[in-house]
């Protein structure tokens, strides 16, 4: 069965703060993605990865940043938290680019203060 | 940067009502996918659509993708209890290193029983 693990399910940090969100997939999968989920925003893509070391910036990148130090690993970084970044992140991986399939991870929700 | 247009957002039915929602764009898209979000987990695929005026079903699901290119509906008959939850529109097109979705802002589902 095809797995997409996020760390944390529920996050409080401070204003400021550095913030890690990891996610792991079980699937070998090349391409992997962060997106952001806000109510009647949709989903919104930060970063994505198409090989280990290779990022490209999605449609939101402001504030964050992303690691992939291995193919199975995802890392989103906030270097400073804000509360305008109070939000569900989700983590998805694919394993044919072309197909749209994606697979989900279950979400982080970050509440910043 | 390109938009999908979801509509309703919301939607409050009888259980074994049957349900229609769609997504229409100013853009074209090679592909057209329909996700649903449970409560408390991440989006998963419900039905893939890879050309112009196909029609696909899956069980009680009906997605047509527009002969435009720029529009999608969604069906789904006879709703029960657990069709409740949040449906995505996404559409794909060719960007960088692969293909990119782009998601539309969500159609909340809940069913009366």
């Known amino acids: 069965d095809v797995k997409v693990t996020q760390s944390s399910r529920y996050l409080v940090k401070r204003t400021g703060e550095k913030v890690f969100l990891e996610c792991v997939q079980d699937?070998?999968?090349?391409?992997m993605f962060w997106y952001r989920q806000d109510p009647g925003l949709g989903l919104r893509l930060i970063y994505f990865?198409?090989?280990?070391?290779?990022?490209e910036k999605g449609d939101i990148p402001e504030g964050y940043s992303v690691s992939r130090e291995k193919k199975e690993r995802f890392s989103l970084i906030l270097e400073s938290a804000s509360t305008n970044q109070t939000s569900m992140y989700l983590c998805?991986?694919?394993?044919?680019?072309?197909?749209?399939?994606?697979?989900f991870g279950e979400g982080s929700r970050l509440t910043v203060l | 940067g390109q938009q999908l247009n979801q509509s309703p957002q919301s939607m409050f039915i009888q259980e074994g009502e049957d349900v229609s929602m769609n997504c229409t764009s100013s853009s074209i898209f090679n592909t057209w996918l329909w996700y649903k979000q449970d409560p408390g987990e991440g989006p998963v695929l419900l039905i893939a659509?890879?050309?112009a005026g196909e029609l696909t079903s899956n069980g009680r699901l009906t997605a047509q993708f527009g002969i435009t290119r720029k529009d999608s509906f969604l069906n789904i008959s006879a709703s029960i209890p657990s069709d409740v939850g949040i449906y995505f529109c996404?559409?794909?097109?060719?960007w960088g290193y692969g293909n990119k979705l782009v998601f539309g802002a969500g159609t909340i589902l809940r069913v009366k029983s």
């Open positions: 996404a559409g794909q097109l060719s």
């Open positions: 659509l890879y050309k």
């Open positions: 990865s198409y090989d280990v070391k290779m990022k």
């Open positions: 699937m070998d999968h090349e391409n």
């Open positions: 998805a991986s694919d394993r044919d680019r072309n197909t749209g399939e994606l697979f």
